[in-house]
């Protein structure tokens, strides 16, 4: 068992950024691919971006490509969501996920986050 804990969400004016950290605790000893995921008031959940194990391979949604940083610490079991230039459109429940493979697909992650909130004001 994986338990994860986002922090870092917040109330930010348009263009500002948040770094989201999602903290791994309990069998941290086994490798596993971090997602982060979000959903908007009214919308089903999205991905946002995934990191593999190694911290080598990325992948993000078109919508924050280019804004948006995965990355993770692995000797503090811990991954980070660097967010810039965010939007209004950027408002929702961000949560992190993990699974023992590569996957950026919703239905495939094992383990998730209680979810924090982000906020971006016009």
């Known amino acids: 068992q994986v338990q994860l804990v986002e922090s870092g969400g917040g109330l930010v004016q348009a263009g500002g950024s948040l770094r989201l950290s999602c903290a791994a605790s309990g069998r941290t000893s086994s490798r596993y691919a971090m997602g982060w995921f979000r959903q908007a008031p009214g919308k089903e959940r999205e991905f946002v971006a995934a990191?593999?194990?190694?911290?080598?391979?990325?992948r993000y949604a078109d919508s924050v490509k280019g804004r948006f940083t995965i990355s993770r610490d692995n000797a503090k079991n811990t991954v980070y969501l660097q967010m810039n230039s965010l939007k209004p459109e950027d408002t929702a429940v961000y949560y992190c996920?993990?699974?023992?493979?590569?996957?950026?697909?919703?239905?495939?992650?094992?383990?998730w986050g209680q979810g924090t909130q982000v906020t971006v004001s016009s």
């Open positions: 990191i593999s194990w190694a911290g080598t391979t990325t």
């Open positions: 996920a993990a699974d023992y493979d590569w996957t950026f697909e919703e239905d495939e992650y094992d383990y």
